[in-house]
């Protein structure tokens, strides 16, 4: 009996832990390979080590860089008032095209 309670205690302890791993949210390194393994899912081999090398590794667009893509674009250059916001406002909320 006195072997028992120790071990069950430990067992108890151990359950504990493997449910609460189970509530943490994915980290952003864990999202970004889920979203790289659906998106390689036709590819085999050389090329899937490929993909998955290049999407890993990419860097977010920041909004800075978006800002900028966006002023360049030549249609910013001839739209005035509020054409010019609604412009920008679906260019800066565009998704990057990869």
Avoid: V
Avoid at 70 to 91: H, I, S, V
């Amino acid at each position: 009996m006195k072997k028992l309670l120790p071990l069950m205690a430990m067992a108890a302890c151990l359950s504990f832990g493997a449910a609460h791993a189970q509530d943490k949210a994915p980290t952003a390194q864990q999202s970004k390979m889920a979203t790289c393994n659906k998106e390689a899912a036709d590819k085999k081999g050389d090329d899937r080590k490929a993909f998955m090398k290049t999407c890993l590794s990419a860097k977010p667009e920041t909004q800075q860089s978006k800002m900028k893509t966006c002023n360049a674009d030549p249609k910013a250059k001839t739209l005035k008032g509020d054409e010019r916001k609604a412009f920008m406002k679906e260019c800066l909320s565009a998704k990057p095209t990869a």
